[in-house]
């Protein structure tokens, strides 16, 4: 693994050091990934943003003012990017947080305990795990799913989101409060589960 | 302070944002009420959970596609090893193109004398037919003079 510090790496990919520029990829690209697909909640157009965020700081690397890690650049970029696009698409409404969740969808879910064995059925249970919150997500509406995603799977602190989105920091708070709701509704079979075996 | 208000200041309690003071009041109520325990447990794990969720990246797709958009932005190429900037090394490569195209377009186009080719098959036996009879009539002394004279 390379162990060489953002900054470092910058600068090389500065000074046209393409591998320099690769590390940073590969270090970063899942991360911009994940929060892109979650604020989009589509595969194709999380890649497609992806790659623009890294060809725009590939573009911009001259001009590139780097505090400590790449990322919170990489972050600004894609979270600008992905709002611009969901409001260019309109895409106000995924789903209403009213509909209950699928009674079939939500009883197929069986919940185990993630283990660290790399045994096969470890690797089902994570998978299961992995499509059920995918599931959950999906179903919150677009303006809740991006303030979930922002806070509590980046860590984007609720004034932050309130001033990236234009809207009121009470606003973001009842948002995530609709959203916590409802996503513990839809987690409640993992949750119920997570419960008997007792976990914390 | 009622079950109502400590739900809605769980979130913020849990995260630590809330005033040292209304932190102590929740926490107060945490201790006396068993079903917003019940409600803080649910959120925690709730958010655990979320914190979990990490899909399959596509990564060489992403990365291929950077590749390419920077190609047709004419940026410098991005690929291990490679230090040459794309635009040169692609200004290079056109200008050998058109070096090429225009060889090939000067060889097929360049105008040349006008090449008298065999006549077809007809107009072939006409023309040797009619050349015999100018020979036998003549055309060979005018042509040839010197012929007769030996």
Redesign the interface.
Known sequence: MNTRSDTELVQRAKE????A??TL?ARY??RV??LL??MLGN?DDA??L???V??RA??ELPRLQIEKTLYGWLRRTAINLGIDYLRRRRLVQFQSLDVAPDEEESESFEWQI?DETQDVEAAVMQSE??EC??QA?QRLSTIHRVV?VLH??EEVP?EEIAQQLSIPVGTV?SR??RA?EA??RQ?EP??NK?NEHG?H | MGCTEVR?LL??YLEG?LPPDRAQQVEAHLQACPICVQERR??E???A???????I???E???A??EE??RA?G?????????L?FARRYRLVAALAAIVVAVLVAFFLWPRPATTYPPLRDSYTKYWQAHHQWAISGGVRELYPYVEAQ
Do not use: C
């Open positions: 046209g050091d393409a591998g520029f690769e990829y690209h899942a990934y994940r697909y979650g595969r890649v497609d992806t790659q623009e890294f060809v590939w573009i993630p795990l992995q919150l995918q997500l979930v509590y799977i609720v708070k995530l409060a916590r996503l513990r987690l993992l949750l997570g976990m | 809605v979130a913020d944002v649910a959120l794990r709730t958010t959970l979320l914190r979990q969720w990490a899909p990246v596509p990564s797709r992403i990365w596609g950077i958009r920077l932005r940026a410098r190429r991005v690929a291990s090893g490679s230090r900037p």
